[in-house]
């Protein structure tokens, strides 16, 4: 069982929670936040453990010299769509009995398996480069909050959206595949096996419950990551010199399904719970980073650990990305929605290119041209361009939990708004609108809207 | 308010419900199931309508005259996949101002209009003629059932998860387009705005919340609907000679884009709530389907009614499917699960081909190998062909009502035992196995599993 399992690992917890949403629970009063959630274990970091971002999304991020036009994709080659049906008798690493889906079954030369998978299915090599599964996921069991089910639903289809826009693969996993891999641990084995699974995908994008897409047209700009095989939100001086664990951000991630990122994942789940020396990394990771205040080793900190201290081994495929919303947070976005959308409304205004009504899937063909008109848009806190991703950092959907600096209110009404404001973007696609981002009434939109 | 608005239209109303699952409830109290059921909106006529399914799903079938391995399309092309950033400055009807996206636009020569669109976008007609948009949904709001939107979520995920293994889009609504067409008529805003938005699909395939995918393998036989636009459960002699209301199901359907099914939503839709008529075709509807014992006018009644008594005009177009479980009742066969994962068991272990491990984006290729060991297997009642979608008729996971005649543990261990079926069969594909039905642990599947 998850909770008992949990309980076992997590006895001695420092309690920063504020009163739980809801209705009263005996479990709730245990002193361990790992006990008394049900939501935590595919939760990320900061999520999981309640934390806030401490750092503004954007604090290091120098102005007008990011040009976003130039990151989107202009790919115009017309590659042949997968072929299903087609598996051919030749063997490919399926059928070698060494290979296994779990992380104990070590791979090697992964990369040259998966090119000789493609080669044996060459309506899949068309495009792999930049084919991208997304992984999502949440716990097996009912949330204790009672909208948190609601709210993970209406988190996933954000995703299913964003993925339907964009011709990507989704994959939502609510098991723990080990169960000694717990709380944010658990992802781990799911890109395991999904890297196993899916020789087709060049990136798989890892995306926790508790963020959404709040501009469904911006693509991922692959181009600017083809050096490297791991792209996470995150600042180099707050790693390296400041040595805080809230460097970067582990909850959003895109990995490339390579050889590296294997072995990457093996020196990073080695300070997972499922491993002899999990306390000895706590310590190890606490002494690194001296700002991390609780005992447990994470993913995330281990993930810093690696960049500072295996430098050499690593941080040069890590690409940490902070001049775009890679995603960002949500005390810093939510408030800022009104303004964009009235940014966004009169662009369109001015441009009929944009105001023009189009088949949702080649929705991608008009975020390319709004690019034009977002030059002076900016990016991050203060300025109005959509921020690409929205983290609910520090609330929790699923347990009900928040950090105390927040009430509920902030947690669940931003969540409402987040959540309305990308539907906006998705429902204007089928002729509708909601007028008002707090409620779920709508409105069909009119011809040539928003012509002056 | 969707409340509201159903309890201002349904105010007399038989009760036929079992104490509601979990903790009492102030609303429930109430004599109207569609006052007190939040979950109304988009759930099918027999979920909605807390019925059950009076008829065997197979009553009329005739054994051995069907030939599943035949109905497997086996297209061996290799079309271009869709090119999502091309959209040229030509007109189309997108440019068209008397061109909307409500039921009350008329639309006319859909069909020329969808082919030129298909024309000027050359990678989309490509497969258009095979391409399929899954669109399902729910209420706006929470579900009143404590475990109500986790199930949803789950059903939801079943669907991704068949639509990732065959390359469908899939489209979750979770909003009143038009506010005076609630339950069961909510869906066909959606649908009509759905046939606008997505020119590119030649088939809208409309599966209730409380339907799943029970066979991940098992593919549509368009070819077999190639002289036809709309697909639904039904069996002709119950609908022409019995004139009985649940002749066929409405909760699945598969419709073309086309202009025949527009103008057959028209004449649908214009039995709903939204119309003047509403009263009138309650009264039709039940004096021409005496077992009807409600007096609203509803959807699946008024389908029914455009077959039998409509016939000339519609009947030849819609495939009434009742050959394989294009839907079937769940208390037909959650008790075949067991029996159906060893007989399958039992193939693998006489089949290497079966066995063998393989990505999971060319699952479809085994299941076309599958079909030639399930000749024997039979199809419907008392055989052991996974069923293609099961449908929790009569259960409602999110209002957590059900029908008297069963038990909450009948329809929630029914859900979680048929949505632990259908997700071995994804999971297998990443190496892991639920051992039991009902619970939500998982092993590593050995190489070669099952291996005699």
Redesign the interface.
Same mark, same amino acid.
């Given at each position: 069982m998850?909770t008992s399992e949990l309980s076992n690992h997590h006895h001695h917890h420092h309690n920063t929670i504020n009163s739980p949403m809801g209705k009263p629970n005996s479990r709730s009063k245990t002193s361990s936040i790992f006990l008394s959630d049900g939501c935590l274990f595919l939760g990320g970091a900061f999520s999981t453990l309640i934390l806030i971002w401490g750092f503004s999304s954007f604090t290091t991020f120098p102005k007008d010299t990011l040009n976003l036009e130039h990151l989107s994709?202009?790919?115009?080659a017309?590659?042949?769509?997968?072929?299903?049906?087609?598996?051919p008798p030749d063997k490919t690493f399926? %059928?070698d009995?060494q290979?296994?889906?779990?992380l104990d079954k070590k791979v090697r030369n992964w990369d040259e398996k998966r090119a000789e998978?493609l080669k044996l299915?060459p309506?899949?090599s %068309?495009?792999a480069k930049e084919r991208v599964l997304m992984i999502t996921g949440?716990q097996?069991?009912?949330?204790r909050n009672?909208?948190?089910?609601?709210l993970?639903?209406?988190f996933?289809?954000n995703k299913?959206?964003y993925c339907?826009?964009?011709?990507y %693969?989704?994959?939502?996993n609510?098991?723990?595949?080990d169960?000694k891999m717990f709380a944010y641990w658990a992802k781990y084995p799911?890109l395991r096996?999904?890297m196993?699974?899916?020789?087709?995908a060049e990136w798989i994008w890892w995306v926790d419950s508790d963020a959404l897409f709040t501009d469904m047209e911006f693509k991922l700009p692959l181009e600017r990551y083809k050096g490297h095989n791991l792209v996470v939100h995150g600042w180099p001086h707050l790693i390296h010199e400041k040595r805080s664990w809230t460097g970067l951000n582990a909850g959003v991630f895109l990995i490339r399904n390579c050889q590296w990122s294997l072995d990457l994942m093996d020196s990073w789940a080695s300070m997972g719970p499922q491993t002899p020396n999990y306390e000895k990394w706590g310590k190890t990771l606490r002494s690194t980073f001296k700002d991390k205040f609780f005992p447990e080793s994470d993913d995330q900190t281990g993930l810093a650990y690696l960049i500072a201290i295996e430098k050499e081994k690593w941080a040069d495929r890590i690409y940490l990305e902070n001049e775009y919303y890679f995603q960002g947070y949500w005390k810093e976005i939510v408030g800022t929605f009104q303004n964009i959308s009235e940014r966004y409304k009169e662009m369109e205004e001015g441009v009929r290119r944009l105001r023009?009504?189009?088949?949702?899937?080649?929705?991608?063909?008009?975020g390319?041209i709004r690019e034009e008109y977002l030059k002076d848009a900016g990016i991050g806190q203060g300025n109005w361009r959509r921020p690409f991703i929205t983290h609910f950092t520090g609330c929790q959907p699923c347990s009900g939990k928040y950090n105390a600096m927040y009430s509920a209110d902030d947690c669940w009404n931003g969540m409402h708004k987040a959540l309305n404001f990308a539907d906006n973007q998705v429902?204007r696609?089928?002729?509708?609108l909601?007028p008002d981002l707090l409620l779920?009434?709508?409105s069909?939109?009119p011809?040539?809207y928003p012509h002056p």
């Open positions: 998850v994709q202009t790919d115009a017309s590659p042949r769509a997968p072929d299903l049906t087609f598996d399926f %059928d009995p290979m296994g889906y779990t998978w299915h309506s899949f %068309d495009g949440s097996p069991e009912p949330c009672p909208i948190g089910d609601h993970l639903l209406r996933f289809k299913v959206d339907r826009l964009h011709g %693969d989704i994959l939502y609510n098991l723990l595949l169960p799911v096996a999904a196993m699974a899916h020789p087709e023009r009504r189009h088949a949702e899937k080649v929705s991608e063909s008009y390319e429902l696609n089928y002729g509708f909601r779920n009434s709508v069909p939109v011809f040539d």
